[in-house]
C-alpha cells in the first residue's frame, strides 16, 4: 500500500512540476509586459494604481468563486505578485 500511494504521490507531483512550467513561462511574459509599462510611465507615482488593484482583487474573488477555487488562495497569489511586480518597477524606474 505504501508503495501504491508514493508511486501516486510521485505522478501528482510530475503533474504539479508540469503546471509550475507553464506557471513560469506566464512570468516572464509578463515581466516583459511589466517592462514596457514602466518605460511609459514618467513619475514614480503612477507605479501603484490602488483603485486598479482593488478591482483586480475584487473580480478575482468572484472568479474564485464561480469556479469553486478558495478566494483566500487567488488573493494572497495575485497580492504577492502584484507588490512584487510593484516592488520590481520601483527599484528598476528611471528617473528622467
Known amino acids: 500500500i505504501v508503495a501504491y500511494m508514493n508511486a501516486r504521490l510521485k505522478k501528482e507531483r510530475k503533474k504539479i512540476d508540469k ?3 507553464q ?3 506566464l512570468i516572464k511574459r509578463r515581466t516583459i509586459v511589466v517592462k514596457k509599462m514602466l ?3 514618467k513619475y514614480k507615482h ?3 494604481d490602488h483603485k486598479r488593484n482593488n478591482q483586480i482583487l475584487l473580480k478575482l474573488k468572484r472568479k474564485s468563486i464561480q469556479n469553486k477555487i478558495d478566494p483566500r488562495i487567488t488573493k ?3 497580492k ?3 507588490y512584487s511586480y510593484i516592488d520590481f518597477q520601483r527599484r528598476n524606474f528611471k528617473k528622467r
Open 46 to 48: 503612477e507605479i501603484v
Open 19 to 21: 503546471i509550475d512550467q
Open 80 to 82: 504577492s505578485m502584484i
Open 76 to 78: 494572497r497569489i495575485w
Open 23 to 25: 506557471i513560469f513561462k
Open 39 to 41: 518605460a511609459l510611465k
